[in-house]
């Protein structure tokens, strides 16, 4: 009962360069979300996908970008690395919310500095 | 104002006490109302929904108060293992509504 799988679970990349992290999740869910986290600033809303093929931006899109090809993954793309984007980074998925009480469930985190 | 309002703490309480916790939103439009925990640097894990008549899970007991808008959290008989932070969740539930507003947790400390 894997739910939500993010890779990779650490990550130390150099300015400027780029990377992708991948979510996947195994409940079918329609939505899916990513987030980082920082101290002090609770989980800020990236971009997110409301179905297959369909993504939009969230609070803090600048600098990434996502991809949703398949119902069952939602990837994370850095282009060119900055230190600002030094982060814990969380994805989510959750059925579409027009269902009341319907929560989001989350994967385990990435880690990620950018040196 | 934010969206979705925490008292930061930390709480610390001693073993087996109760302690509560309140979160306030501003949208009275909201419907789904969550409370998640998390553990230092790791993901937010779902404690409980919370649902309009009030709900328990153990020593965990929920509340909606939509006159003024606030959800609570009750923990009774406090273990070291509660010791964690603990996540407002809000969300309008509307069709198509992707915005889960998150607070930024209130932190528990349960001491022995």
């Known amino acids: 009962n894997a739910g939500v799988t993010q890779t990779p679970k650490f990550r130390v990349l150099k300015t400027g360069q780029s990377m992708t992290l991948l979510c996947a999740q195994d409940?079918?869910?329609?939505?899916m979300y990513w987030y980082r986290q920082d101290p002090g600033m609770g989980l800020r809303l990236i971009h997110y996908?409301?179905?297959?093929?369909?993504?939009a931006k969230g609070e803090v899109p600048d600098g990434y970008n996502v991809s949703r090809l398949k119902k069952q993954n939602f990837l994370l793309g850095l282009e060119s690395a900055a230190p600002s984007q030094t982060s814990v980074y969380f994805c989510?998925?959750?059925?579409?919310?027009?269902?009341?009480?319907?929560?989001?469930?989350f994967g385990d985190g990435t880690r990620l500095s950018i040196l | 104002r934010k969206e979705v309002e925490q008292d930061p703490g930390p709480f610390n309480v001693p073993e087996g006490a109760t302690v509560a916790f309140n979160c306030t939103y501003s949208?009275?439009?909201?419907?789904?109302f969550f409370w998640y925990r998390q553990d230092c640097r790791k993901e937010p894990k779902l404690l409980m929904s919370?649902?309009?008549s009030g709900n328990e899970d153990g020593r965990f007991t929920a509340q909606l108060n939509r006159a003024s808008q606030y959800i609570s959290l009750l923990i009774r008989d406090s273990k070291l293992s509660d010791s964690a932070t603990y996540l407002c969740?809000?969300?309008?539930?509307?069709?198509?509504?992707?915005?889960?507003?998150f607070g930024t947790g209130t932190r528990l400390k349960v001491l022995a």
């Open positions: 989510a998925s959750s059925p579409p919310t027009g269902r009341h009480n319907q929560p989001q469930h």
């Open positions: 409940m079918n869910h329609e939505y």
């Open positions: 996908s409301v179905g297959e093929g369909t993504t």
């Open positions: 949208n009275s439009a909201s419907q789904s």
């Open positions: 919370v649902y309009s």
């Open positions: 969740v809000v969300n309008t539930g509307a069709s198509g509504t992707y915005k889960y507003i």
